[in-house]
């Protein structure tokens, strides 16, 4: 059977014309044929309510991110520390995924997670860093992007990278909020006026889905925070949110990946003709 997300590669690739460096951060799997479903068995996680839709990473690696334990960071044990390994961690999974037969496997969610913190400790760093320096030893690419590119990302089913900054009084203001209303959408409003912003502290998380009226984000606190680990913003300057697009082109490709690739794409059209 076809994995969901080479399949999706793959269609994209036969039909329609794409540049050689956006083949893998293009996809729109809405356009696909309904035999892409069929066949893919996507990975989703999802109620009556479509409040959370996860097609990429795997329930496992969900499951762990969600419950991974942090460390010490000002108001709640739980802030910074090692949340940009979980998120980071997180989005290189899911992006070495989507390559048809990566070389050698794909490096499992907790393995890189354990190599981001031997490299920089448990406590903030900036984000840009590890990604500069962690994104070619894994042949992947990054971007940071604005919030309308981070939306078209998640339609196109893939997950986003995020970070925030809070003061200690707004992290507590956060922190209430979510435990008041686990399923509500916090507003700039919610966070409260204060008249200091010292001792912020950096968080990273990932983003799972967009719609017109909130972003949902994958926490890495339990399930016993906001609805089962995820929780809902109104936009992007509710928390003055930077996002990164985590990627790779088939120029990053080995020379083994690429004939993978060519041969389920024959499969592929063989299928659908």
């Not at 507590?172 to 010292?198: C, N, Q, V, W």
């Amino acid at each position: 059977m076809l994995d969901s997300q080479a399949t999706m590669i793959i269609l994209l690739e036969l039909k329609q014309e794409l540049p050689l460096s956006g083949l893998s951060r293009n996809l729109q799997p809405r356009k696909l044929p309904d035999m892409v479903y069929d066949a893919s068995g996507l990975i989703c996680q999802a109620d009556e309510n479509d409040d959370v839709l996860l097609s990429e990473i795997n329930s496992a690696t969900i499951a762990t991110y969600v419950n991974i334990p942090t460390t010490t960071c000002a108001v709640s044990s739980k802030i910074g520390s090692t949340s940009y390994a979980n998120a980071v961690a997180a989005v290189f999974h899911s992006a070495m995924s989507r390559i048809v037969v990566r070389e050698n496997g794909v490096p499992g969610y907790d393995k890189i997670r354990k190599k981001l913190i031997k490299d920089y400790g448990e406590h903030e760093v900036i984000i840009e860093d590890v990604l500069r320096k962690w994104c070619p030893i894994y042949r992947l690419r990054y971007e940071r992007i604005e919030e309308l590119d981070a939306r078209q990302t998640i339609e196109a089913e893939r997950s986003v990278l995020a970070t925030f900054s809070l003061s200690e009084e707004e992290w507590i203001d956060f922190s209430k909020f979510y435990k008041t209303y686990p399923t509500g959408i916090l507003e700039r409003k919610d966070l409260g006026m204060h008249s200091s912003l010292a001792n912020e502290c950096n968080h990273a998380v990932v983003l799972t889905k967009s719609n017109t009226t909130y972003l949902t984000f994958m926490n890495s606190w339990g399930t016993s925070f906001a609805d089962n680990g995820f929780f809902k913003v109104r936009d992007q300057s509710v928390l003055n949110l930077s996002f990164y697009d985590v990627y790779w082109t088939l120029e990053d490709l080995k020379e083994s990946e690429i004939r993978a690739f060519q041969s389920m794409c024959a499969e592929v059209e063989r299928e659908i003709t």
